[in-house]
């Protein structure tokens, strides 16, 4: 009994999964959001080169790594907004209800949801590969070994973002405040992730007393949201990586897989208890 | 509604309490400035310190504001409590102590505690900082009891040795100048009776000055040398009477580098020399862009977390505990700079002095030539291995590394970087690679649609 519910499980999965892959495949959102990417990266990798050509010499560690991650985050937010879009109106349309009277779970449904998007990035994952050796042949910033970490690292950030978006989507009941929400926490958890990465790249000497006081805030916050928030995963993968150590490379991928089991498990929790209806 | 209201209230406290925590940390750190605004000095319980800072041994002292003393694990620091006044410095917002006016020592038994059990009791100890290559050398060395007390005396006997040699060359000078006046007057005297040819008169030999003594060592003060493994501590002095002395605890952070023995180049771009480079980082990539003339300068190092290095140097310095500082320790000599590319070395480079010469008369521009001296005394602008990078590089990239002449041109591990020449002038093509991903969803768009039609 337990094998055949395990199965039925897999299949709905399957099923699911392969409907909105092909559905994601087909449409224009995707590839316009995979140029979005490629273009703020671009604008990144131009500047880059411009900042050699005035100065004659540049020293960088892995220079391509972050127009990367711009890419990732930028790719990951596409993903994680069209998965929760579609859960609310799944539930706000009643469909999920009627997908529930069938032989689909709450497990077998966000699992469904995580494996679409998982391998949507891998898809994607095919296009920076394209795209950055594109770039490393054009400028010869070097395709190396560190970025083919990066894209491992990328992976599993992906993971956390859409764990992530899956927890606030089974949070929420309507498309509008699941959007709101999701996007106002991502954004925020970037924000701060961003400036606490700019404030450690400037000295504090260089600081003036009111940005110092920001930096503290900012510094104090971070520490909060430290395992929280996805992109911290995305930063200790990078140090790691920068660190030329496997220990703290593996362990961070680790940690990503823990914060994207306990989400997914307290999302299903979440559907269960709450139920379908919107 | 109920929950909406509760997300509210979890919002504020959650506000109030990151507040509070940025309050109490800028209250700890400003503490004093309120009260140091004054231009009062007030007499402190402080800390002096003679610290290893990766380097050498550097001083400093610990304001009563400071609560915790950083130090380096496994090397001897130097550290002492004394009363003195203290008083705050606006222009560099800082506390300063006026040693001059009052440097008491505080006597009694130092004190280390970890997980709340007194695991040391140090005494004083003489300890002395000997600078073997003299007192404007870089590099020092503490020494504590005994053989402090040596390396003393052995100055002193050099130095005494010295005083009297000076003394003696002093005396032979006169006894020189006396011999060449009477030479001169014999040359003078035979030159008027008309005698011509060589007067063979043998010329006084001008006495060598001797030689200083080439180390330099403090005088021995009494300090308690604290060589502790890496963790947290406390320390406080207990005197004589069996109490502790007021405001003697201190915390103590025992930190070790990250990475060891690494090898970190400053690089001096020839086309702006005053603003060097440093390239530290073994997974750093120097990317360079047509031609240049790079002079690097490779340095021993170690990496140390900021802020607790930066409060080790000074413990009222600012720093953050997210960010990692490579340290530079001491130069690196008798290597070669190889230059590798095409899969064999492509050169071998020595290390030179080089001297910056202002171009002459009103236009601003410098050459870096190879330093001659052209008087006696003249100093090279700096030492360096000299890369030029030319147009003509084929090559996408480079590597370069340092051998070791004593060691039969072993390579020095750590010390490999590559060097990248950009191809600069395609940076506007990268636009056209975005559009990629749009023809591959016309394609599948098309497609998808013939299939349909089908």
């Excluded at chain 1, 400036?195 to 520490?223: C, D, V």
């Excluded at chain 2, 006894?175 to 005297?189: G, H, M």
């Amino acid at each position: 009994m337990e094998e055949k519910e395990i199965f039925l499980s897999a299949h709905t999965m399957k099923i699911l999964a392969k409907r909105e892959l092909l559905s994601s495949l087909y449409g224009w959102g995707l590839y316009i959001a995979i140029f979005i990417s490629f273009l703020v990266s671009s604008f990144i990798l131009k500047n880059f080169l411009q900042g050699i050509r005035e100065n004659n010499i540049f020293i960088s560690s892995y220079p391509l790594n972050f127009p990367l991650f711009t890419s990732v985050v930028i790719i990951s937010l596409y993903l994680v907004i069209v998965s929760a879009i579609s859960i609310s109106r799944e539930r706000e349309q009643g469909t999920l209800e009627v997908l529930f009277y069938g032989p689909v779970s709450s497990f077998s449904f966000l699992m469904g949801k995580y494996i679409t998007d998982m391998l949507l990035y891998f898809i994607i994952l095919g296009f920076f590969a394209i795209y950055f050796l594109g770039v490393s042949l054009l400028t010869n910033l070097g395709f190396t070994i560190a970025l083919v970490k990066a894209f491992v690292v990328s992976i599993f950030l992906a993971s956390c973002v859409i764990s992530f978006g899956l927890f606030i989507s089974s949070l929420t009941g309507k498309v509008r405040s699941s959007i709101v929400w999701l996007i106002g926490i991502l954004l925020a958890f970037l924000g701060i992730w961003f400036l606490q990465n700019i404030f450690l790249r400037i000295p504090s000497e260089a600081l003036s007393s009111w940005m110092r006081y920001l930096q503290k805030t900012i510094g104090i916050i971070y520490h909060f949201v430290n395992w929280v928030s996805p992109f911290s995963y995305l930063s200790r993968g990078m140090e790691s990586i920068w660190l030329g150590s496997m220990k703290p490379f593996l362990l961070n991928i680790l940690y990503s897989v823990l914060y994207t089991v306990i989400l997914l498990a307290l999302s299903v929790h979440i559907l269960r208890t709450k139920g379908v209806r919107a | 509604m109920k929950k909406s209201i509760l997300k509210i209230i979890i919002s504020i406290l959650a506000l109030i309490f990151i507040s509070t925590q940025v309050f109490a940390q800028e209250k700890k750190e400003e503490e004093g400035v309120s009260i140091n605004l004054a231009p009062l000095r007030q007499e402190q319980l402080v800390y002096s310190l003679n610290v290893f800072d990766g380097k050498g041994w550097s001083g400093g002292f610990v304001p009563k504001t400071e609560n915790t003393i950083y130090l380096i694990a496994d090397k001897k620091s130097a550290i002492c409590a004394k009363k003195t006044l203290v008083y705050f410095w606006p222009i560099t917002a800082r506390y300063m102590a006026a040693w001059r006016t009052l440097n008491e020592d505080i006597e009694g038994t130092l004190e280390v505690i970890k997980d709340e059990k007194v695991i040391k009791k140090l005494q004083k100890e003489d300890t002395v900082l000997c600078y073997p290559e003299g007192y404007w050398g870089e590099k020092n060395v503490l020494y504590k009891g005994e053989e402090a007390r040596n390396w003393y005396n052995k100055y002193k006997d050099a130095e005494k040795k010295y005083y009297d040699e000076l003394k003696k060359y002093y005396d032979a000078r006169m006894e020189y100048r006396k011999k060449l006046e009477k030479f001169f007057e014999e040359v003078k005297k035979r030159r008027e009776a008309g005698e011509k040819g060589p007067l063979n008169i043998e010329i006084p030999k001008e006495p060598e000055p001797p030689r200083a003594p080439d180390f330099y060592v403090t005088e021995p003060k009494k300090y308690y040398v604290l060589n502790l493994p890496a963790g947290r501590y406390k320390i406080r002095v207990r005197a004589g009477d069996g109490t502790i002395v007021e405001g003697s605890e201190k915390d103590v952070l025992v930190f070790t580098a990250r990475r060891r023995g690494g090898v970190g180049y400053e690089i001096i771009p020839g086309n702006r020399w005053t603003q060097k480079e440093e390239c530290n980082d073994p997974a750093q990539t120097i990317y360079a862009a047509g031609k240049n003339v790079l002079y690097f300068r490779p340095y021993s190092q170690d990496e140390y977390n900021e802020l607790y290095h930066n409060k080790l140097l000074d413990p009222q310095n600012e720093g953050r505990i997210e960010n990692w500082k490579w340290v530079h320790t001491e130069p690196i000599k008798n290597v070669y700079l190889t230059l590798f590319g095409r899969e064999k070395i492509l050169d071998r480079i020595e290390e030179k002095p080089y001297k910056v010469k202002q171009i002459p008369g009103p236009e601003l521009g410098y050459n870096i030539v190879e330093f001659k001296e052209e008087y006696p005394g003249e100093k090279p602008t700096f030492t360096g291995y000299q890369l030029i990078l030319s147009e003509n590089l084929r090559e996408k990239s480079y590597k370069i590394y340092l051998q070791s002449k004593e060691k039969n041109n072993e390579n020095l591990s750590g010390s490999e970087r590559e060097i990248r020449i950009i191809k600069k002038e395609n940076a506007n093509f990268l636009y056209y690679l975005s559009l990629f991903p749009l023809a591959v969803g016309g394609v599948v768009f098309a497609i998808r649609r013939r299939k349909i039609e089908k």
